[in-house]
C-alpha cells in the first residue's frame, strides 16, 4: 500500500503488483487473531453481516484508523460514517447475493451454514490461506437449475 501511495503517485499507478509484490487485503480482526486473540461467539452484525466479537472490535479499530473517518471527525461530520458502513454492508450483500440465495435454497438449516462458512473463512484468512474455489453447485455457471443435484447410476440387469 506504502509503495503504491509514494511512488505511485498517490495510488493512480500500481507500482506494488510491477514489483511482484501481491496484494494483500487484511483488517484488524485478523490482526488480533494472529496475535491469538479468540473469535468468541458467533454475532450476525445488522447490515454487516456475520462477525464475532474479536471482529466486531477489529471493526471499530479500522473505523478509527480510517482517514475518511479522522478527516469527517475533525470536520464535524461525524455523521459520514454511518451511511460508508451501511453502503459498504450492502455492496458486500449485493456481490455475493446469488451465493447466498444458492446455499439458502439447499442448506437445512441456513444459518448454521452460514456461521461455519463465515468460521472457516476467517480461519483461513488468520492462517493467511488463499480462500478455497467456490464448490460446484453454489453458482449458476457451475450448477445449472434444471440439473439434478446428485448424480445417478444407471440401472442394469
Do not use: C, K
Request: charged share 20%; proline share 8%.
Amino acid at each position: 500500500m506504502w509503495l503504491n501511495t509514494f511512488l505511485g503517485v498517490g495510488g493512480l499507478f500500481d507500482v506494488a503488483s510491477r514489483a511482484g509484490i501481491p496484494f494483500h487485503d487484511a483488517d484488524f480482526g485478523q490482526t488480533f487473531g494472529v496475535w491469538g486473540v479468540g473469535p468468541g461467539p458467533y454475532l450476525v452484525l445488522p447490515v454487516l453481516g456475520p462477525s464475532n466479537p474479536r471482529d466486531g472490535v477489529g471493526l471499530a479499530a479500522g473505523w478509527y484508523a480510517d482517514p475518511a473517518n479522522a478527516v469527517a471527525s475533525a470536520e464535524g461530520v461525524y455523521w459520514v460514517a454511518y451511511p460508508r458502513a451501511a453502503v459498504e454492508g450492502i455492496d458486500l450483500r449485493s456481490r455475493n447475493i446469488d451465493i447466498l440465495d444458492r446455499i439458502e435454497s439447499t442448506s437445512l438449516d441456513f444459518y448454521a451454514t452460514i456461521r461455519s462458512l463465515y468460521n472457516q473463512r476467517r480461519a483461513a484468512e488468520i492462517r493467511h490461506e488463499a480462500p478455497p474455489e467456490a464448490a460446484p453447485g453454489l453458482t449458476g455457471e457451475l450448477q445449472q437449475e434444471d440439473q439434478p443435484l446428485v448424480a445417478t447410476a444407471p440401472v442394469t440387469e
